[in-house]
């Protein structure tokens, strides 16, 4: 087993941890993706419900004005840190989606919204001390990945249509929302599990795209008129395909760039990433352009996965046989050990703080 050294800080308010994830907007050599609404500057949640704003509402916007006008502007949020505590709105031309204001992404599928609730309200509940909270956030992001495995790829073992794959990509929608707001798992010491890990959420990313997106996304060929026709339907019924491959490019270069981690994944995801805007948004992405302030985290990340050469590892990008290897590798992967809501009081008790502060020798820390 390798171990891995890494220095973790305590997690001492989620929201706040949630809030320094990464969040970015759309290259400035780009044009502005048409699908999507334009953030306001302030951290508002759109409602279904339009409600009229009474004296108190509005003297509290005065107060919001004269605070951003002495400090920094704030957001764009992950978008992950606001739907486990608001709504948003029904987006009126895409009714799969929900929209929010001055997040990143600033939509999300009702699909990919519903998986994400159900494991973020897990990482709330899952902190005694730094190495625990490492592998209790590996536990929620592993419980993803089996139910990909049950939910798509099991299920519908035999074949896979377009819907099949429509519905698969919201759910790696959702795995990116997990992974975004997931700050702590990149420190568990076992190094060989961590480079099996981010292989099998590399494959699983590719699996899904070479199934969803036509052959010539991932090589030299000519696009078709049926190829144009299938990106031109994807675009439709994936108004944020954009956005999502663009979290996933800026969380796979973090990620990649922690260790040796053998995996050219994000590379993949770079020419897919290039080729959409080409052909969706007719434009052409320059990296030898200087970008502006607020991109260059994008950028940096494309240039990043633009260095890697997609065969330089020995890869398969085959989901259930990357999938069948880390089972084999790690057995009992995922369930709710970590969750301390399933924890009985008694157990959850041992590890007050008051317990460490009483003890005076060692063995509180040889229960954990």
Known sequence: MTKRSLDIENKENELEQFS???????????????NVPKPAKKARI??????????????????????DEGGEEKGPWPIGAVI???????????????????????????TARFWSRKYLKVLQHMYIHNDFACYGEL????????????????????????SNYIF??????????????????????????????IRLIGACYITILRGLLPKAMFNDEEFNDDDLKKLNKISQQLPNFKQVIKQALILGRDILSIGDIRSAYVNILHAIYCKWSMVIDKIRVDLKEKPHKKDETLWEALKYAAEIKKTAYRESYNFMKEFDLYSKNNPGLGGHSHDLR???????????????????D????FRL
């Open 20 to 34: 320094s994830s990464i969040a970015t907007s759309s290259l400035a050599f780009n044009s502005i993706d048409q």
């Open 46 to 67: 759109l409602e279904e419900k339009i409600v009229q704003q009474d004296e108190s509402s509005s003297s509290q916007e005065d107060n919001d004005e004269d605070d």
């Open 84 to 110: 486990q505590h608001h709504d948003g709105a029904i987006h009126s031309k895409y009714k799969q989606y929900i929209v929010y204001e001055n997040t990143e992404p600033e939509m999300i599928s009702k």
């Open 139 to 162: 536990e929620v992001i592993e419980n993803c990945i089996i139910d990909i495995d049950k939910g798509i790829f099991l299920k519908h073992k035999k074949q896979m249509n377009f």
């Open 168 to 197: 698969a990509f919201r759910r790696l929608e959702a795995l990116t929302t997990v992974l975004n707001c997931s700050q702590q798992f990149v420190g568990i010491d076992d190094g060989e599990r961590f480079g099996e890990f």
């Open 342 to 360: 399933k924890w009985p009081k008694a157990k959850k008790a041992l590890y007050a703080f008051d317990n460490i502060e009483d003890e005076n």
């Open 362 to 365: 060692d063995s509180f820390w």
